[in-house]
């Protein structure tokens, strides 16, 4: 038995890395972990990936909250590894190192035309409209006919933050930039595109639900859309879920276009596979070819092409994961590889190095995933430490060695005591406004909250 605690380093506070943190906790292990993020806050998507108006998850930042706030889990924020401390040196003061960096960049298209001036990238608006401190504070919002490429809640989320009345925005936590900017939207029609049928989509039955319950818009289903083969029949028939996203879709179809009286509106088009973004140095169409189903819930094009004029147009396939410089990488599947959490390189394991979260599988799963992948990689962390594979040297001074290094450095980190300052400092911004909290988006405004500095001749 080792006469010190097992030191760990968990990478990212969102989600994946807290639960991650909180899993190794309840083992009962003596253990110390200290869990860093680039951020100068928690919470990683769950603060900066969700729409504002979505009231659900003040239930996972409570969760999330109330693991930090016992105390037994140190916090250290504005830390980015790889540019401020590396992966090796990290090595060196922790017996053990979980990356749950997550994923927070866009996958691309593949299709001509991707780069042109007004196709952005979906997880690029969401940050915006976030408040993400590394995004910049004002977005092109001039298009009045806009295409989102993708059938899953993000597409949702960025269709319904686009074409909602702002005044139902101005309640959330929404920051003052964002709702300045979306008051002078010319939004007009959203176009939602997926290239299989409505048994295949990514909706969940609530968004879509939401979404038709959003002040400001209408929503239009084409009938013609509703095909239906072999595997989709399945589907239908076996899934709770997807039976009750094709109900949803099946009502929004009846709705008359000729009763549609709101200002925008959203026209969700599916079985249509996007072929090329054009225009002449910006985005001034899409071109859609029209698909059918093959039997097997997969679709081939018909050569039914369509053109949309639009002025924009948003990619919403997918979140892709980001390498960390020294750790092994699959740059096909854009995670770190890994058995169960152990991360391997060339097919061996990787001694002291694991894995958990999007990072570890893919952008695919919800939170009850997220537990799921965190009890595997801490049960097989515990086997390794119970093999030997994994020693508490002591190496780390007990964390004070990193310190040392960032602090020798000039590397500002914030703390947990920080956060709750940066918190209650946001609570008072949305208390003059008339709601919970107002976001502060600048990260040097954030560090100096968190860190009681002075900042723009004002001492936090």
Do not use: C
């Not at 590889?337 to 394991?349: K, S």
């Amino acid at each position: 038995m080792s006469d010190h605690p097992l030191q760990v380093a968990v990478i990212g506070a969102g989600p994946a890395g807290i639960y991650a943190a909180d899993t190794l906790i309840k083992t009962g292990r003596d253990v110390k972990i200290d869990l860093f993020d680039r951020l100068p806050a928690p919470y990683g998507l769950v603060r900066y990936g969700v729409a504002p108006d979505h009231p659900r998850i003040r239930g996972i930042i409570t969760a999330l909250y109330n693991v930090l706030k016992r105390g037994d889990i140190r916090f250290l924020g504005n830390v980015d590894v790889g540019e401020h401390i590396s992966l090796e040196e990290l090595h060196r003061f922790y017996d053990a190192i979980i990356i749950a960096t997550g994923a927070n960049a866009d996958r691309p298209l593949g299709i001509p035309g991707e780069d042109l001036p007004g196709s952005f990238g979906g997880a690029d608006f969401v940050s915006w409209y976030d408040g993400h401190p590394d995004y910049p504070r004002t977005w092109d919002l001039s298009a009045s006919d806009i295409a989102i490429i993708g059938v899953g809640n993000v597409a949702l989320d960025i269709s319904r933050i686009l074409a909602k009345d702002p005044d139902a925005l101005a309640v959330t936590e929404i920051p003052p930039n964002v709702e300045e900017g979306l008051r002078a939207s010319k939004a007009r029609n959203v176009h939602i595109f997926g290239r299989r049928g409505p048994a295949q989509v990514k909706f969940t039955p609530l968004e879509l639900r939401e979404l038709g319950e959003a002040p400001g818009l209408d929503v239009q289903v084409y009938p013609e859309d509703f095909q239906y083969d072999d595997a989709s029949e399945k589907r239908i028939e076996d899934d709770r879920i997807t039976r009750q996203v094709v109900e949803e879709l099946t009502e929004f179809a009846f709705n008359d276009p000729e009763d549609m009286d709101e200002p925008r509106r959203i026209h969700i088009h599916l079985l249509s596979a996007p072929v090329e973004i054009y225009g002449d140095g910006k985005v001034e169409g899409i071109r859609i070819e029209r698909t059918r189903l093959t039997g097997d819930g997969r679709v081939e094009g018909t050569g039914e092409i369509e053109d949309y004029p639009v002025q924009a147009v948003y990619r919403a396939i997918g979140y892709a994961s980001a390498p960390i410089e020294g750790a092994p990488w699959d740059p096909i599947h854009r995670v770190i590889p890994n058995v169960g959490g152990r991360a391997v390189a060339d097919g061996q394991q990787v001694e002291g190095l694991y894995v958990t979260g999007w990072v570890k599988r893919g952008p695919v799963g919800l939170i009850g995933s997220t537990k799921s992948d965190a009890k595997e990689t801490i049960t097989n962390l515990g086997e390794d430490v119970d093999a030997g594979k994994v020693h508490a040297t002591g190496a780390g001074n007990g964390g004070e060695g990193v310190l040392e290094l960032l602090r020798a450095r000039g590397v500002r980190w914030t703390t947990w005591d920080g956060w709750e300052r940066l918190e209650d400092y946001e609570k008072q911004l949305g208390a003059q406004r008339g709601r919970e909290r107002t976001k502060v988006v600048d990260r040097e405004t954030m560090t100096a909250i968190s860190r009681g500095e002075e900042h723009d001749g004002k001492v936090f």
